[in-house]
């Protein structure tokens, strides 16, 4: 499948929309199930992966073959994930604000989906970590190229947050593949 991306990409690249078509046919459940649990919303994830294949086609020109474009599509969906978490905080930030000067009652949003609870205890960067190693098995090589760091480096932060959701729940013990609905 990555040969068939490279070309694909590389078809894109000279003006093939029908090309980006085929990409975003072959990426986009891929890019959901990394962007869902990062953000924890299904329709703010919804929302992410498109504009993460705006951006894409946007800045497809700065792709460069010798790389993976699968990492470069997860590095443009890390972006955008982290991006998005930063704007909800914004916003929380401001309705807090608001609902404290106005004594307006806010209920956060429930959750019942104890994976998603879960990865909301870790940081960005950690959720991210824990998100390509698991439910996406990527190496540790793999990840450095979509996150940055040594691959040792990221392997440590790893496993420190396993031992974070371990010490939070007890018996907690990550399994090697979580899958989520579309």
Same mark, same amino acid.
Not at 8 to 17: H, I, M, N, P, T
Not at 62 to 86: C, D, P, Q
Not at 141 to 164: H, M, Q
């Given at each position: 499948m990555n040969d068939e991306l490279e070309q694909l990409a590389e078809r894109s690249k000279r !003006?093939? @929309?029908e090309a980006f078509s085929q990409i975003v046919r072959l990426l986009q459940q891929q890019i959901f199930r990394y962007c869902y649990p990062m953000i924890g919303n299904k329709q703010d994830a919804e929302d992410a992966v498109q504009e993460v294949f705006v951006r894409a086609y946007e800045k497809l020109h700065l792709? @460069?073959?010798? !790389? +993976?474009?699968t990492a470069w599509m997860y590095k443009i969906a890390h972006n955008v994930s982290i991006n998005m978490i930063h704007r $909800? @905080? $914004?916003l929380r930030g401001l309705l807090a604000r608001f609902t404290s000067e106005y004594s307006v =009652?806010?209920?956060?949003?429930? =959750?019942?989906d104890e994976t998603l609870a879960l990865l909301s205890e870790l940081s960005a960067f950690e $959720? +991210?970590?824990?998100?390509l190693k698991v439910i996406h098995d990527k190496?540790?090589?793999e990840i450095s190229v979509i996150l940055g760091g040594s691959p040792a480096y990221l392997r440590k932060?790893?496993?420190r947050a396993k031992a974070k959701l371990q010490r939070n729940h007890g018996e907690f013990y990550m399994k090697e593949r979580v899958s989520y609905e579309s």
């Amino acid at each position: 499948m990555n040969d068939e991306l490279e070309q694909l990409a590389e078809r894109s690249k000279r !003006g093939d @929309r029908e090309a980006f078509s085929q990409i975003v046919r072959l990426l986009q459940q891929q890019i959901f199930r990394y962007c869902y649990p990062m953000i924890g919303n299904k329709q703010d994830a919804e929302d992410a992966v498109q504009e993460v294949f705006v951006r894409a086609y946007e800045k497809l020109h700065l792709y @460069r073959e010798n !790389g +993976s474009f699968t990492a470069w599509m997860y590095k443009i969906a890390h972006n955008v994930s982290i991006n998005m978490i930063h704007r $909800r @905080r $914004r916003l929380r930030g401001l309705l807090a604000r608001f609902t404290s000067e106005y004594s307006v =009652s806010q209920q956060p949003e429930a =959750s019942t989906d104890e994976t998603l609870a879960l990865l909301s205890e870790l940081s960005a960067f950690e $959720r +991210s970590l824990v998100i390509l190693k698991v439910i996406h098995d990527k190496s540790y090589n793999e990840i450095s190229v979509i996150l940055g760091g040594s691959p040792a480096y990221l392997r440590k932060k790893y496993e420190r947050a396993k031992a974070k959701l371990q010490r939070n729940h007890g018996e907690f013990y990550m399994k090697e593949r979580v899958s989520y609905e579309s």
